[in-house]
Each structure stands twice: as structure tokens, then as C-alpha cells.
């Protein structure tokens, strides 16, 4: 037995880990379940060995926790409340808890968390805007905890499961219904760049610029982070231009709020002086002045899916057979879009 080699949970026993390792099997034992009491040299070591021998925990043996871990990259908005009561409605219908942990922004958790997880012995995971490293991975694999991974950051890998929004096809369907109003100037107020749905939204909306034969300005395109303060700050940015925009697509709700404030700070209404587009479809969208044309991406849909999909990959029948799902994006039109104002 050589680590590195393909195994399975017969081919290395916690009896065989130990002694390569040099501890005892309960050392190791304590190692799988997120104990603290083990020095770091030692778990680091045993750690290795776990992944160099593609250890994976029966699930007869692995006794779980009745809870769903749920990890955000942050947790602070409107936005995230639709994903929580979406969990939480499949976590409710199948007996489960939710425990909520937030990784501060990064796009992985620490590896605190990681053991944490392994401790609580959780029925899954669903990770949100966030993703694990190959350390982390093969923790929960060797512990046989499921994890997926809803609105991912990047891609998630080929061997991921992953729940997702058409957002491409959102970003077109935006930037599509201000150029048959009649909007040729149309600026775009996109999310963090290192995001794959920011990405894909913008490229939608080239993509309905450039079938439509309107000429893409990238000096209109501007780079947001999802926050209310950012559609505010470059709102203003844009506004301010003596060529400014007749219309914005403003990447999600937050941002195109805060873009509101921006035209109202400039006397700018909406929509005879501006039309603004939003993403995400955030219960406060329909109760602004005016109420706000959006994409609607099915956040609590997709928060369902994960959570299902998550439950559905513990259990011992055959795994699910799709775990990459991309639920559709649909434009919500309301009154905050208009033709353009005359010149």
C-alpha cells in the first residue's frame, strides 16, 4: 500500500493510517471528527495520509448531526435572506438545522471551518458564492459529508455539484429590452470581476449590444461589488459624464438602489431622464419609486435545489444524476424603464 495510489475505504484501514503515521488509531479516529485535542504537526500529518490514500468514511459509520451546514462569502444583505429561506424550507422538511457560517469575503472558508465541520458531522453542505480548496475537499470527502456549491464564484470543477442561474442569458435579456426601447447609450454596473456570474452578465449584455449593431463603449462599463454604496459611488460616476447614459443595467438590485440615489442626488428622474435595470429580483424591487424592472433569478429555487441536491448525495442509493444545474433568469419589466428622453 503506497500513498498516492487509488484506494478505497477497504484498501486503508484507520489501523493502517495510524501506523504510518506513527499514532494511534485513535488519534486518527480523533483527526476525522474535527477533534482538538490532536497537535497540528500530527493532524497535518494524518491529514496527508487520509488524502494520499482517498480515504472516505463509511456513511453506516459516519453517525450525523441533523443539521445542513450553509457557508456564505458574506452575509449581509436582502439577497442572502432569500437563499436562508430556501434552505431552510428543505432543511425543515426533512427534520434538519441550519447552522450559518460566513468566510469574511473570501471565496474559501478558513480551515477552522473546515474542522469545525468535521465535528459537527453535518448531513451536508452548501457552500454560496464561495468554494473549497483541495484540502478541504478531500476532508469532507474522507469524512463522507456532501457538499455543493450554489452561485459559484468560478468554476467549481468538472467533479463539483453545483446549483446556478442562467446568468448570461439574464445580462442579454436586460441589456435587450433597453435597446427596443430605443436606448443606444447603456452603461452596465457589473459585480467583483472574479466572480463567474458577474462575468457572464456583462458578457449578456455586450452580446445583446453587439447583435442589436449598438457599438460597446467600454468607458460605460464600470466595476461594482453587489453593494448599495457601490451602485451609489459609480451611479454618480456615470451620471456625471456630459455624454452620460440614457439607461444603466445596474448587475443586481443593491447596486441598481444605490444607483437610484445617485440619479435622485443629481436631479435625475426615473424613467423620463433614466432607465435602470436591476438583477436578482429582491422583494424590495417591486416597492421602490418606481418599481424596478429586473432579472429575476430564482434565489430561493435555487437555495431549494442545493439543499435537496446536498440531502440527495448522502443517502446510499445511486447519486443523483445531474449535479450541475443552471435554473432560468427571467425579466421582470416594471416602471423604472421607459424609450429614451427626447433630444
Given at each position: 500500500m503506497k500513498p498516492g495510489k487509488p484506494a478505497d475505504t477497504q484498501t486503508a484501514t484507520l489501523a493502517e493510517i495510524a501506523r504510518e503515521a506513527g499514532?494511534?488509531?485513535?488519534?486518527?479516529?480523533?483527526?476525522?471528527?474535527?477533534?482538538?485535542?490532536?497537535?497540528?504537526?500530527?493532524?497535518?500529518?494524518?491529514?496527508?495520509?487520509?488524502?494520499?490514500?482517498g480515504y472516505r468514511r463509511r456513511r453506516a459509520e459516519a453517525s450525523r448531526s441533523p443539521l445542513i451546514d450553509l457557508v456564505f462569502h458574506e452575509l449581509e444583505s436582502a439577497w442572502a435572506m432569500e437563499v436562508i429561506r430556501g434552505v431552510e424550507n428543505v432543511a425543515r422538511d426533512a427534520g434538519l438545522s441550519v447552522v450559518?457560517?460566513?468566510?469574511?469575503?473570501?471565496?474559501?472558508?478558513?480551515?477552522?471551518?473546515?474542522?469545525?465541520?468535521?465535528?459537527?458531522?453535518?448531513?451536508?453542505?452548501?457552500?454560496?458564492?464561495?468554494?473549497?480548496?483541495?484540502?478541504?475537499?478531500?476532508?469532507?470527502?474522507?469524512?463522507?459529508?456532501?457538499?455543493?456549491?450554489?452561485?459559484?464564484?468560478?468554476?467549481?470543477?468538472?467533479?463539483?455539484?453545483?446549483?446556478?442561474?442562467?446568468?448570461?442569458?439574464?445580462?442579454?435579456?436586460?441589456?435587450?429590452?433597453?435597446?427596443?426601447?430605443?436606448?443606444?447609450?447603456i452603461g452596465a454596473i457589473s459585480g467583483p470581476s472574479r466572480m463567474m456570474c458577474s462575468r457572464a452578465r456583462v458578457d449578456g449584455y455586450r452580446a445583446a449590444l453587439e447583435t442589436a449593431g449598438v457599438p460597446v463603449d467600454p468607458s460605460l462599463i464600470v466595476t461594482g461589488d453587489f453593494h448599495h454604496e457601490a451602485g451609489y459611488r459609480?451611479?454618480?460616476?456615470?451620471?456625471?459624464?456630459?455624454?452620460?447614459?440614457?439607461?444603466v443595467f445596474?448587475?443586481?438590485?443593491?447596486?441598481?438602489?444605490?444607483?437610484?440615489?445617485?440619479?435622485?442626488?443629481?436631479?435625475?428622474?426615473?424613467?423620463?431622464?433614466?432607465?435602470?435595470?436591476?438583477?436578482?429580483?429582491?422583494?424590495?424591487?417591486?416597492?421602490?419609486?418606481?418599481?424596478?424592472t429586473t432579472v429575476r433569478q430564482p434565489l430561493t429555487e435555487m437555495a431549494e435545489a442545493a439543499a435537496r441536491l446536498v440531502l440527495d448525495l448522502g443517502r446510499e442509493e445511486e447519486p443523483p444524476v445531474a449535479t450541475r444545474v443552471e435554473l432560468a433568469t427571467t425579466l421582470v419589466p416594471r416602471t423604472s424603464t421607459a424609450p429614451p428622453p427626447a433630444a
Open positions: 499514532v494511534s488509531a485513535p488519534t486518527v479516529s480523533k483527526v476525522l471528527n474535527g477533534r482538538a485535542d490532536v497537535a497540528p504537526t500530527t493532524r497535518a500529518r494524518v491529514e496527508e495520509l487520509l488524502r494520499a490514500y450559518l457560517s460566513e468566510s469574511a469575503g473570501r471565496l474559501t472558508p478558513g480551515r477552522t471551518w473546515a474542522d469545525q465541520v468535521a465535528a459537527r458531522r453535518p448531513h451536508g453542505v452548501v457552500l454560496v458564492l464561495s468554494g473549497l480548496d483541495e484540502s478541504q475537499r478531500a476532508l469532507l470527502t474522507s469524512r463522507s459529508i456532501p457538499f455543493v456549491v450554489m452561485d459559484p464564484a468560478g468554476d467549481p470543477g468538472a467533479d463539483v455539484p453545483s446549483i446556478g442561474a442562467t446568468n448570461w442569458q439574464g445580462g442579454l435579456a436586460a441589456t435587450r429590452h433597453l435597446v427596443e426601447l430605443g436606448h443606444t447609450r459609480l451611479g454618480l460616476e456615470l451620471l456625471r459624464r456630459p455624454d452620460r447614459p440614457t439607461a445596474a448587475g443586481n438590485d443593491l447596486q441598481a438602489l444605490g444607483l437610484y440615489e445617485a440619479a435622485r442626488e443629481l436631479g435625475l428622474r426615473i424613467p423620463e431622464d433614466l432607465s435602470v435595470v436591476g438583477f436578482d429580483d429582491l422583494p424590495v424591487a417591486r416597492w421602490v419609486g418606481p418599481p424596478l
